[in-house]
């Protein structure tokens, strides 16, 4: 098992930054094994759909379209950390953000509570 802690989100205005965090823990076992790390995003009355995502070593990285140039995700293995450094926001990128994880050999899927980002106008 594997449980996911967000923090980070809050009310931002249009153009300012903000940073989400995701912090891993669970058995050294799961823990060891957690491959893709990335973040989603659910805005009022839509589907969760993938923000960014990132392989173990960092080697692979992927972006939504509407947030490449603006947001950067990274992590730290030693922390078991990842990080999404969120730039000129916009109103639309308002929503629930949640950190997902791919743990082990056939990615069992763990996800966090979620946090909160408002970005206003």
């Known amino acids: 098992q594997v449980q996911l802690v967000e923090s980070g989100g809050g009310l931002v205005q249009a153009g300012g930054p903000l940073r989400l965090s995701c912090a891993a823990s669970?058995?050294?076992?799961?823990?060891?094994?957690?491959?893709?790390m990335g973040w989603y995003r659910q805005a009022p009355g839509k589907q969760r759909d993938l923000v960014a995502g990132i392989t173990s070593g960092g080697g692979s990285i992927n972006y939504a379209d509407s947030v490449k140039g603006r947001f950067t995700i990274s992590r730290d293995n030693a922390k078991n950390t990842v990080y999404l450094q969120m730039n000129s926001l916009k109103v639309e990128d308002t929503g629930v953000y949640y950190c997902?994880?791919?743990?082990?050999?056939?990615?069992?899927?763990?996800w966090g509570q979620g946090t909160q980002v408002t970005v206003s106008s």
């Open positions: 997902n994880v791919l743990v082990g050999r056939y990615s069992a899927n763990y």
């Open positions: 669970g058995s050294i076992f799961s823990i060891s094994r957690i491959n893709t």
